[in-house]
Each structure stands twice: as structure tokens, then as C-alpha cells.
């Protein structure tokens, strides 16, 4: 019996065959393996393998290492929305407050993280927006 470990992107299946990935998903396509490596090295996983925690996409970047992973997605959290993670608290929170007027500086103050968090996770809901 032959045995393969499979990947996932979380869409698609993939096997390692002849130093290449295999999208089993989608009739044998190879995929490029370092942008599926990059997509992989954004979930967290428990000692057993398991997915715990996803850091969703923020930015629209040719460059995937320089996506920060400052909004997460875990589902022991806020019910799986995503969240600020240093703050634990939701995006849409976040956006909802900055939609009411509320400033970058005085959000970051309420809950003790950086603005650039703060316009992080106002980037992400933007990008969900579109």
C-alpha cells in the first residue's frame, strides 16, 4: 500500500511527488511551491499538525513575506471573526469605531497595542470590503 501525506491550502488537496506539488484538487496541476509554502507558513497548528490559527491576507503585496501577521483567525476566539490578535479584539469592532469617529491614536491607547495595529486590522476590513 502506497500512502501519501496530503496539503492543504485550505481550498485545495496537494501531494509532494518528484520534488513537486500536486494539486490533486484540480486534475494533476502543479503548483508553485513557494508561494503555497508562504500561504502554509500563515497557520499556526497544534503538536499533532492541526490547524489552530490563521493569519488571513491584510495586504494587496506581490511580496507575501511582508504580510504581517497581526490579524489572526481562531476559532477559540471571538467565535472565529477575525481579530486584532495582540488586543483580542474584533476587526469590525475596530472598523465600526473608526467609522464613528473614533481616532487611530485613541483606539491604540484603549487597548494597549501600536497604531500600526490598529490601521492594520482598518486595512484588513477595507480589503474584505472590496
Given at each position: 500500500m502506497i500512502a501519501h501525506e496530503f496539503l492543504t491550502n485550505g481550498v485545495d488537496l496537494f501531494i509532494e511527488k518528484a520534488a513537486q506539488l500536486i494539486n490533486v484538487s484540480r486534475d494533476g496541476q502543479t503548483a508553485l511551491r513557494g508561494e503555497f509554502e508562504q500561504a502554509l507558513a500563515r497557520i499556526d497548528r497544534n503538536?499533532?499538525?492541526?490547524?489552530?490559527?490563521?493569519?488571513?491576507?491584510?495586504?494587496?503585496?506581490?511580496?507575501?513575506?511582508?504580510?504581517?501577521?497581526?490579524?489572526?483567525?481562531?476559532p477559540t476566539i471571538a467565535f472565529g471573526?477575525?481579530?486584532?490578535?495582540?488586543a483580542g479584539v474584533t476587526t469590525s469592532v475596530i472598523?465600526?469605531?473608526?467609522?464613528?469617529?473614533?481616532?487611530?491614536?485613541?483606539?491604540?491607547?484603549?487597548?494597549?497595542?501600536?497604531?500600526a495595529d490598529i490601521s492594520e486590522a482598518l486595512r484588513f476590513t477595507q480589503r474584505l470590503a472590496a
Open positions: 503538536a499533532q499538525g492541526g490547524p489552530v490559527r490563521l493569519f488571513p491576507y491584510s495586504r494587496i503585496s506581490p511580496d507575501l513575506a511582508e504580510q504581517p501577521k497581526i490579524v489572526a483567525i481562531d471573526q477575525p481579530i486584532l490578535l495582540s472598523s465600526d469605531r473608526f467609522m464613528a469617529g473614533d481616532s487611530v491614536s485613541e483606539m491604540a491607547l484603549d487597548y494597549s497595542v501600536e497604531e
